[in-house]
């Protein structure tokens, strides 16, 4: 959320140009397919078959409103393992990672100024654990509500580089894991570098 977003008149950015960006405007870990809304350009995925049932719900969308503001969603990271529901841990902070490069750098090619605002909720996850693969971490405890909010963190300018969003993103990550019994992510070096092979 660019703070510029909320100013009145609101920004208009050009949402044709989102498509050319460098980094691309994709949803949370997968491609998709373009359309306008009211509110701005969508790109959502394709529609996959769960068991018997085909889902008639978008898996993960991106939605870029005209005031610059970024909205994604994904409904895949979390699904539910036949052994319970748990949170893996590499493929949920590897994606988001990429996904906030992605957006922020798209924001930058817009010409949107910073501050930016990073805010992520996970929905849904009361009972879930943490896990790297399939395997839960010694000692985990489930998350104890249904919703995770995280205070966000901010971005002075959205022209960040990728080890720059790492930082941003660690105390992000380490609330999703205090909500699992852990101190933070184990997925940092003494730097703030993220190296999802740490584990």
Avoid: Q
């Amino acid at each position: 959320m660019p703070l510029a977003a909320f100013d009145v008149p609101a920004p208009s950015v050009d949402l044709s140009a989102a498509r050319r960006s460098p980094k691309g405007f994709l949803p949370i870990g997968t491609g998709g397919n373009y359309t306008y809304n009211f509110d701005g350009l969508l790109i959502h995925s394709a529609t996959r078959v769960y068991g018997d049932a085909a889902s008639r719900l978008p898996e993960s969308y991106a939605l870029l409103l005209r005031s610059g503001v970024v909205e994604a969603a994904d409904s895949l990271i979390l699904w539910p393992e036949a052994d319970g529901p748990i949170i893996p841990s590499v493929l949920f902070e590897g994606e988001l990672l990429t996904a906030v490069h992605m957006y922020l750098a798209m924001m930058s090619y817009l010409g949107i100024e910073g501050p930016v605002y990073i805010a992520l909720s996970l929905l849904g996850v009361e009972g879930y654990e943490m896990a790297a693969g399939r395997r839960r971490y010694s000692g985990a405890h489930p998350v104890d509500r249904d919703a995770l909010v995280v205070p966000e963190v901010m971005a002075a300018d959205p022209g960040l580089d990728r080890e720059a969003v790492d930082h941003l993103m660690r105390p992000v990550f380490d609330h999703v894991w205090n909500a699992c019994g852990y101190a933070g992510s184990p997925y940092y070096d003494e730097r703030d570098r993220w190296d999802g092979d740490r584990r």
